[in-house]
């Protein structure tokens, strides 16, 4: 009777650890199942997220494209910043060169948005270059016109760059490196200088370029002071009121600005040493000297910093009596 009794009992004790194994696979299978299910809900949640980000960007983009390159004015200097997109109207901010709108209500869930930024440039050929950068985000959306993305939002960018308008024409005057005026004559044996001048797009490049000689008289009269800004002869003599060469009755002389990098002029202008000087204000375009001005001389450009010279339009001179002489490049 004990025999019948253990062996019965090993049978139990068999089949309760067969129950539980087969219970512990079962589980295993399910809650790898469930896990499979959840990373699969997780993904297409995801993918979801990604696709209403980009749709957004892409929405605002668009946008920007279709109003930018419309007969619309939106983005051009002194533009309204108004564009419509969708039906809605929208007031961009910003001014030229750049604006940023934004638009709300995208996506499958109408809580996407984007922010946009515009921004213009002028590229060297004269044509206008357009960089339009658009953010999308799911979510952040949900009022008119607002764009309030969260920590857990998803961002997806999209940008542009193009050209338009016509390239202009390089000027004959771009990538100037150095001028000169070299002079051949001055009454009472001297070539004698107040101010050289360089301007491109109002700016008188001179004035930050550095000058050099073929002498100076002393340090009275250097070469470095026809670039101070001063025409009218204030401190000759001093160290700022012009230069006068070295050797009297002895020609050429010259007078040399280098620039701190290539430059485009469109005006040259020269002035020499009024008889009454220091004058009271800067001489006008038809003031004359008779005692120590100039009277023959040449103004040239180069483009390789000083290896080949060419004159510019109107010189050289000859038989000189104007206080300023002015040479205009075109």
Not at 197 to 212: C, P, R
Not at 220 to 240: A, E, H, K, L
Not at 276 to 301: E, H, R
Request: with cysteine.
């Amino acid at each position: 009777m004990t025999k019948i009794i253990r062996k019965i009992k090993k049978e139990d004790g068999f089949m309760i650890l067969f129950a539980v194994t087969v219970s512990a696979i079962l589980l295993s299978i399910a809650l790898g199942i469930a896990n499979i299910a959840f990373k699969e809900l997780k993904f297409n949640t995801s993918v979801k997220a990604s696709n209403d980000a980009f749709f957004s960007a892409d929405t605002g983009i668009e946008c920007a494209l279709i109003n930018d390159k419309s007969t619309s004015t939106t983005f051009t200097n002194g533009g309204s910043g108004r564009l419509n997109c969708l039906g809605v109207g929208i007031q961009a901010t910003g001014a030229y060169p750049a604006w940023t709108f934004t638009m709300s209500s995208l996506g499958f869930t109408n809580q996407g948005c984007s922010v946009v930024t515009v921004t213009k440039s002028t590229n060297v050929d004269g044509t206008i270059a357009t960089k339009i950068v658009s953010l999308g985000y799911d979510t952040g959306g949900g009022a008119s016109n607002v764009c309030l993305p969260t920590a857990s939002s998803v961002e997806r960018e999209i940008n542009t760059n193009y050209n338009s308008g016509s390239p202009t024409a390089p000027s004959a005057f771009s990538g100037i490196t150095n001028i000169k005026v070299t002079v051949n004559n001055g009454l009472q044996g001297y070539s004698r200088i107040v101010e050289v001048e360089a301007w491109g797009s109002g700016t008188n490049y001179a004035l930050t370029g550095t000058a050099s000689s073929s002498g100076d008289f002393s340090s009275g009269y250097p070469v470095s002071s026809i670039i101070n800004g001063d025409r009218r002869g204030v401190g000759w003599g001093s160290g700022t009121g012009g230069w006068n060469d070295n050797t009297s009755n002895s020609w050429p002389d010259t007078a040399t600005i280098t620039f701190s990098s290539p430059k485009t002029l469109n005006e040259i202008d020269v002035y020499t040493l009024a008889d009454g000087f220091p004058l009271a204000s800067d001489p006008g375009p038809s003031d004359t000297f008779t005692l120590y001005g100039i009277t023959n001389f040449n103004v040239q450009y180069s483009k390789d910093n000083g290896l080949t010279w060419a004159d510019v339009p109107g010189s050289p001179v000859s038989s000189n009596n104007l206080i300023w002489k002015k040479f205009t490049l075109q």
